[in-house]
């Protein structure tokens, strides 16, 4: 089945810090691929996202590429700001079953110290 | 475009109670679903609408559990005699089917505690 394992966290990263989460798929077919973000309090927020292979997704100096051969998305932004605090899912959406519903990871918590 | 809206927002209830949660979608998406999310894990899906017709349900729907969307506008989630077990957050989602890649829009959610 299709299925979606990131990282545990939680993580503690300094301000300006270099930030990786990671994130890998289990899929048949070909998947689309998203990072969605869930700040305190809020509801989630598509993040970015990616269709195809090689395909990279940014939005708010984050980026993400989709690598069939790893079958990964691992999340980066080079210099996290304490604003970044937040919990990030990584998702895919199989449209071959499932008429295009989400399968989401558990969730990375991420805090940043100023 | 005023988001997706969830209410209410939060529900404590005892158990054996029936509860109702209403969604309105982003006016125009004719997809709509529903979620359910536990402390600590990511998102599970429930259930799909495409306007008003129901397509998929999840096995985690139980019989207590219902859906409707009887206009293709707003929805509702009853869920009947609710057990400790229901307390989660239930959020509602939506997209518009005729942009390739059906992005869905998240709602705040509704938080259930049943105590």
């Known amino acids: 089945g299709n299925s979606v394992t990131q990282m545990e966290g939680p993580v503690t990263l300094s301000e300006e810090a270099f930030l990786t989460i990671n994130c890998t798929y289990t899929?048949?077919?070909?998947?689309?691929l998203f990072w969605y973000v869930q700040y305190p309090g809020e509801g989630l927020q598509l993040l970015l996202k990616?269709?195809?292979?090689?395909d990279k997704g940014s939005n708010k100096g984050f980026e993400a590429t989709y690598r069939k051969e790893t079958t990964s998305f691992h999340l980066e932004k080079g210099s996290v700001q304490v604003s970044d605090s937040a919990v990030y899912f990584c998702?895919?959406?199989?449209?071959?079953?499932?008429?295009?519903?989400?399968?989401f990871g558990k969730g990375t918590k991420l805090s940043v110290k100023p | 475009d005023t988001g997706v809206s969830q209410n209410p927002r939060h529900k404590i209830t005892k158990r054996g109670q029936n509860v109702t949660f209403r969604c309105d979608p982003i006016?125009?998406?004719?997809?709509l679903y529903w979620y359910r999310q536990t402390l600590g894990q990511g998102p599970e899906f429930l259930t799909y609408?495409?306007?008003?017709?129901?397509?998929?349900k999840s096995r985690l729907l139980s019989d207590r559990f219902s859906a409707e969307r009887p206009k293709g506008s707003f929805s509702t989630l009853e869920i009947q005699r609710t057990e400790q077990g229901d307390s989660a957050m239930y959020l509602c989602?939506?997209?518009?089917?005729?942009?390739?890649?059906?992005?869905?829009?998240f709602g705040p959610g509704t938080r259930l505690t049943v105590t």
């Open positions: 989602a939506s997209s518009s089917g005729w942009t390739g890649i059906f992005e869905q829009y």
């Open positions: 899929a048949t077919g070909y998947p689309s």
């Open positions: 990616a269709t195809k292979a090689d």
């Open positions: 609408f495409q306007n008003e017709a129901q397509l998929e």
């Open positions: 006016s125009e998406h004719n997809r």
């Open positions: 998702a895919l959406m199989n449209y071959g079953g499932s008429q295009g519903n989400l399968i």
